[in-house]
């Protein structure tokens, strides 16, 4: 996953800004984000996305933030990750875009 520092996200006391943590977590097929003002307290995990259409016995890998491509400052995330290579040598690689209210 990534951490990185959101200037939109509320930062709970009533101000703007906060880090981010974007990860595919335990539960196969599932990207989810959490804040935290300190690197130490994090918020709970909020789902972002499943991931459809895994093939059995396989799993997605490697969710990134990426923060070069945010925009809104912020406010629009656009999120990568793998897909098991089943065909090798080629990796097929995903993309969405998630927007914070």
Known sequence: GTIEWNPYLSNGNGGSGC???TYLGWVVNRIYCR??????????????YSVPNVPS???PYIARAHKALEKNN???QYITWCMPCTNIPNQDI???????P
């Open 19 to 21: 880090y981010l943590y």
């Open 35 to 48: 804040t935290s003002n300190d690197l130490v307290h994090w918020s709970a995990a909020a789902l972002e």
């Open 57 to 59: 016995g396989y799993f």
């Open 74 to 76: 912020g406010q629009t």
């Open 94 to 100: 995903k993309m969405i875009k998630a927007v914070f």
